[in-house]
T-cell receptor, first 110, second 111 residues
């Protein structure tokens, strides 16, 4: 079963705009990770945020984590057509078993 | 490039058959995890191997089994294939299980 839900399920924006995706989860976690998947291929690791962290940045990516609300958000700034993909959050309870959400499909129009 | 490779890329089988999928870990990684991703869904954890021993299993029946070899490569075996086994099978390697590097996946179609 999935850990939680991602919102929205689909997002369509223009190049240059920002994209925000949200993820909710159900159980206690050790860390939360975001992955990207292009056209049903393998997943690419984007960023990991630990349970004692509240915000993390990597290039155009900004991730926040609110453990009291069991939620996380991924912000992609100044989006590009190449950012078109599906984005998944995954939680890890320190067993190494990743539990994924349903994903958000992002389309960036040139 | 993550360095994790999977074979074959695509596979078509019929119901009741058996299938073996292969995964080569990234160099230096001692942990391999397998995931099943149905169309339009997020990946679901099947099991994990650490130094050739099973180290956790998801909610999958015993007909899903695996192996990890001394060079840390791995196999996923599925017996008595069912139509619902049609999915993308992803292998991920890691050192200690934190940041997992995924292979490109094997697309299995069961007819």
């Amino acid at each position: 079963s999935q850990q939680g839900e991602e919102d929205p399920q689909a997002l369509s924006i223009q190049e240059g705009e920002n994209a925000t995706m949200n993820c909710s989860y159900k159980t206690s976690i050790n860390n939360l990770q975001w992955y990207r998947q292009n056209s049903g291929r393998g997943l690419v690791h984007l960023i990991l945020i630990r349970s004692n962290e509240r915000e993390k940045h990597s290039g155009r990516l900004r991730v926040t984590l609110d453990t009291s609300k069991k939620s996380s958000s991924l912000l992609i700034t100044a989006s590009r057509a190449a950012d078109t993909a599906s984005y998944f959050c995954a939680t890890d309870d320190n067993t190494g078993k990743l539990i994924f959400g349903q994903g958000t499909t992002l389309q960036v129009k040139p | 490039e993550t360095g994790v490779t999977q074979s074959p890329t695509h596979l078509i089988k019929t119901r009741g058959q058996q299938v073996t999928l292969r995964c080569s870990s990234q160099s230096g990684h001692n942990t391999v995890s397998w995931y099943q991703q149905a169309l339009g869904q997020g990946p679901q954890f099947i099991f994990q191997y650490y130094r050739e021993e099973e180290n956790g299993r998801g909610n999958f029946p015993p007909r899903f089994s695996g192996l990890q070899f001394p060079n840390y490569s791995s196999e996923l075996n599925v017996n008595a294939l069912e139509l619902d086994d049609s999915a993308l099978y992803l292998c991920a390697s890691s050192l200690g299980g934190y940041k997992q590097f995924f292979g490109p996946g094997t697309r299995l179609t069961v007819l």
